[in-house]
């Protein structure tokens, strides 16, 4: 199934949808029809400048959602949520799908409504995420902060084209799986969602105000797929150390170009990044119980194991041995 849609600030996601699928919507509520899954959409609304829209549902076959740009500049802020179990493919500019996570399959996606994407979720699999949309005056004024730095600076800017990816922590999850759960017939679960919505906010917006404060690149949506692509291929062989001079060939940038735009969308140097995805995939594996120590570091390419173990210490505070005891 794929669904098409302009993201101007006043489109409905929820009544268009609805309209796409022939599915009724009763207060706020949309409840997929048993002939394509099971499951719900419910939209939120707490004024014309702030918004969420909850998806929860399984559907029989593949859905795709193409997100067209909006050619209105930076009017509308999208916080994506996505706690799935399984991959999500995702493609900016109609260049091909790329899975965004290989294991850990939550993201958090910050953009501005003028990038055109699009997202799979796979059939079979129940599909989970928030999205949050919020004007850039709203948002200013729930920071209510008067020294941003330039990542912040940039998302409530005026005009302004951006996209950032964020980890979604423990504490983000959790708040997540409370949303998802409020009873809804209670008199109070609107106001609490909103309290929630808005912590929610707070814990994104935190990590992205301790990134290092730069000069803004813009991004348009042939960037954003080549920093896709390139992070692809950085995680498709942990083994290997990326080379700088390499991606940008493949990327058709310059090397100055990437490693700006890479590290303001990720939030970390494209080295910097391949070690994180190297820690993680040594703590997946020594996790799973079925690998030693050393099958596991030369499987990543460690050719000494104590420099794996030193490093492997930095990231999780203890050595990859007591880890693997331990998990």
Do not use: C, W
């Amino acid at each position: 199934m794929i669904f098409s849609f302009s993201a101007t600030p006043d489109f409905d996601f929820l009544t268009q949808f609805a309209r796409h699928i022939q599915a009724p919507v009763h207060n706020d509520l949309m409840t997929m029809p048993g002939q394509l899954g099971q499951g719900h959409i419910r939209r939120l609304a707490f004024g014309p400048e702030f918004k969420i829209t909850i998806h929860h549902y399984l559907l029989q076959e593949d859905l795709i959602i193409k997100r067209n740009s909006s050619g209105l500049g930076n009017e509308l802020i999208t916080v994506f949520f996505y706690s799935n179990e399984q991959s999500l493919g995702i493609a900016f500019n109609d260049n091909p799908l790329v899975l965004f996570s290989n294991r850990d399959d939550s993201a958090i996606q910050v953009t501005s409504n003028d990038l055109s994407s699009t997202i799979r979720f796979p059939a079979n699999h129940y599909i989970n995420y928030v999205v949050v949309a919020i004007t850039p005056p709203y948002l200013t004024a729930l920071l209510a902060v008067k020294d941003l730095n330039s990542v912040l600076q940039t998302i409530t800017g005026s005009g302004n084209s951006f996209l950032f990816f964020e980890s979604m922590t423990a504490e983000t999850k959790l708040l997540l799986k409370n949303i998802a759960a409020v009873n809804m017939n209670d008199n109070l679960s609107r106001f609490y969602i909103q309290i929630k919505v808005q912590e929610l906010l707070y814990l994104i917006f935190h990590q992205l105000s301790s990134r290092e404060s730069a000069a803004y690149q813009s991004i348009n949506s042939a960037d954003a797929e080549r920093l896709l692509y390139i992070r692809n291929e950085i995680l498709s062989d942990l083994s290997v150390p990326p080379v700088l001079r390499e991606l940008a060939q493949i990327a058709a940038m310059s090397e100055t170009k990437l490693k700006q735009l890479f590290k303001q969308t990720f939030g970390s140097t494209v080295y910097n990044y391949y070690q994180q995805a190297r820690m993680e995939e040594a703590a997946f594996l020594l996790k799973q119980g079925k690998r030693s120590v050393a099958e596991v570091g030369y499987e990543l390419g460690f050719s000494n194991l104590s420099h794996f173990s030193r490093l492997f210490e930095k990231h999780y505070g203890l050595n990859p041995k007591r880890f693997s005891t331990q998990s």
